[in-house]
Nanobody
Framework: QVQLVESGGGLVQPGGSLRLSCAAS????????MGWYRQAPGKQRELVAH???????NYADSVKGRFTISRDNAKNTVHLQMNSLKPEDTAVYYC?????????WGQGTQVTVSS
């Protein structure tokens, strides 16, 4: 079992930046694929970005060129650097760890983009 804790959310003005972090428990972090998802009120949870256990990344079209996902296996952490934030990025952001037949979620961190 993997436990995930997100941090770094908050209130930011449009055009600003935030860096989210996800701290994972356990000694097998490096074998997991990791992702960031978000869910806005009244909307389905959607994929924002993910990074495989081999370091390959992909992003939702809505965040390409603005967000960057990275991982530090030595520290059991995953980050999401968010630049040029827009009001439509407002959501609860969730960290996800997954392998075939295994899927773990953090509790989420609120990101609010507003003037």
């Amino acid at each position: 079992q993997v436990q995930l804790v997100e941090s770094g959310g908050g209130l930011v003005q449009p055009g600003g930046s935030l860096r989210l972090s996800c701290a994972a428990s356990g000694s097998s972090f490096s074998i997991y694929n990791m992702g960031w998802y978000r869910q806005a009120p009244g909307k389905q949870r959607e994929l924002v970005a993910h990074i495989t256990n081999t370091g390959n990344t992909n992003y939702a079209d809505s965040v390409k060129g603005r967000f960057t996902i990275s991982r530090d296996n030595a520290k059991n952490t995953v980050h999401l650097q968010m630049n040029s934030l827009k009001p439509e990025d407002t959501a609860v952001y969730y960290c996800n760890a997954f392998l075939t037949l295994y899927n773990y979620w953090g509790q989420g961190t609120q990101v609010t983009v507003s003037s």
